[in-house]
């Protein structure tokens, strides 16, 4: 069964620094890519970027280039989403999500429960 676990959400002010953290478990995660996708209120969820199971990153939103980077342990099964120069607008629930293959595709099979991100001084 797969399960992927966000944590690391909460309140930071604008021009600040938050880390989510997945931890990923019923699957081979090595195999497969893996990212993140938010769901700002108002907005359909987009994803924001993807890392293949190579470790290459694809960045499906211009608004987090220069500002969002994120890594992977293919030992420890996880996936790491560093935010900095965090704005009010990228406030929401953030999913931790798997896609479908090794390379990224923008293609989502599974998300995690998502953790909340709130920007706001």
């Known amino acids: 069964q797969v399960q992927l676990v966000e944590s690391g959400g909460g309140l930071v002010h604008p021009g600040g620094s938050l880390t989510l953290s997945c931890e990923a478990s019923?699957?081979?995660?090595?195999?497969?890519?893996a990212g993140w996708v938010r769901q700002v209120p108002g907005k359909e969820r987009e994803g924001i970027l993807c890392?293949?199971?190579?470790?290459?990153?694809?960045y499906y939103s211009d608004s987090v280039k220069g500002r969002f980077t994120v890594s992977r342990d293919n030992y420890e099964n996880t996936v790491t989403l560093q935010m900095n120069s965090l704005k009010p607008e990228d406030s929401g629930i953030y999913y931790c999500?798997?896609?479908?293959?090794?390379?990224?595709?923008?293609?989502?099979?599974?998300w995690g429960q998502g953790t909340q991100v709130t920007v706001s001084s």
């Open positions: 999500a798997t896609e479908p293959s090794d390379i990224c595709s923008g293609e989502n099979d599974y």
């Open positions: 019923g699957f081979t995660f090595d195999f497969f890519a």
């Open positions: 890392i293949d199971s190579s470790g290459s990153v694809t």
